[in-house]
């Protein structure tokens, strides 16, 4: 199994207060993904990054950021949360180069925003 | 616009017996395609993969069709046991690679009963 752990595994929050959601891997992998996952609409990435300090926007980035100052780590902040954000998150990590593009999972943060 | 689509939200079969599972996408340009496992509060696992040279790739009780023409493609599991009760998502990128992002469907329910 992939080294990949998330936290909190579970939240619940009020709207407009900020959020922040963390991925560590221990694969050291270069590619790191944040995705959510809601009904109806299957996995959607929200930014990705390529490298240290490199990250680049998904399909549905609007209301988030996301910084990766450390290969391991890749933070997913929520600046002023909303009910619409309420998801399943998902943190993934791809090899580097060569790879056949397979995505290793975490578990999920489940996000609720009152 | 969807590009990758699961139109089936569910389906259920009797163990030992075939699933398929369909998949449509829309964009020509997809080129490599995975298919992916998620039960219950645990993250996606890949579960195949399938390149555009090839129309088919078996994995054990596991084959992906891939029909370019049609835009189609399909996973087979045979013969169907209680285990792989879970959802099934589809995804497509263009090309295969780390940096190559991937989109999924909506996911199917696969319910295989005693």
């Known amino acids: 199994d992939a080294g990949i752990t998330q936290s909190p595994r579970h939240k619940v929050t009020e709207t407009g207060t900020p959020v922040t959601l963390r991925c560590h891997q221990t694969?050291?992998?270069?590619?790191m993904y944040w995705y959510r996952q809601d009904p109806g609409h299957g996995l959607r990435l929200i930014h990705y990054?390529?490298?240290?300090?490199?990250?680049d926007k998904g399909e549905v980035s609007d209301g988030y950021s996301v910084s990766r100052s450390k290969t391991e780590d890749f933070l997913l902040t929520l600046e002023s949360a909303t009910s619409s954000q309420t998801s399943v998150y998902f943190c993934?990590?791809?090899?580097?180069?060569?790879?056949?593009?397979?995505?290793?999972f975490g578990e999920g943060s489940r996000l609720t925003v009152l | 616009d969807q590009q990758v689509k699961q139109n089936s939200p569910s389906l259920s079969v009797q163990e030992g017996r075939i699933s398929i599972l369909n998949c449509d996408y829309t964009?020509?340009?997809?080129?490599?395609f995975l298919w992916y496992k998620k039960y219950p509060a645990e993250g996606p696992t890949f579960l195949i993969s399938?390149?555009?040279?090839?129309d088919k790739n078996e994995d054990g009780r596991f084959t992906v069709f891939l029909n370019k023409s049609a835009k189609h493609l399909s996973l087979h599991i045979v013969p169907s046991q209680p285990g792989d009760s879970a959802v099934y998502f589809c995804?497509?990128?263009?090309?295969?690679?780390?940096?190559?992002?991937?989109?999924f469907g909506k996911g199917i329910t696969l319910s295989v009963r005693p």
């Open positions: 993934a990590i791809s090899e580097g180069q060569g790879d056949t593009g397979e995505l290793f």
């Open positions: 694969e050291n992998h270069r590619y």
């Open positions: 990054s390529y490298g240290v300090k490199d990250t």
């Open positions: 964009n020509s340009m997809f080129d490599y």
């Open positions: 399938i390149s555009s040279i090839k």
């Open positions: 995804a497509a990128s263009e090309g295969a690679g780390a940096n190559s992002k991937l989109t």
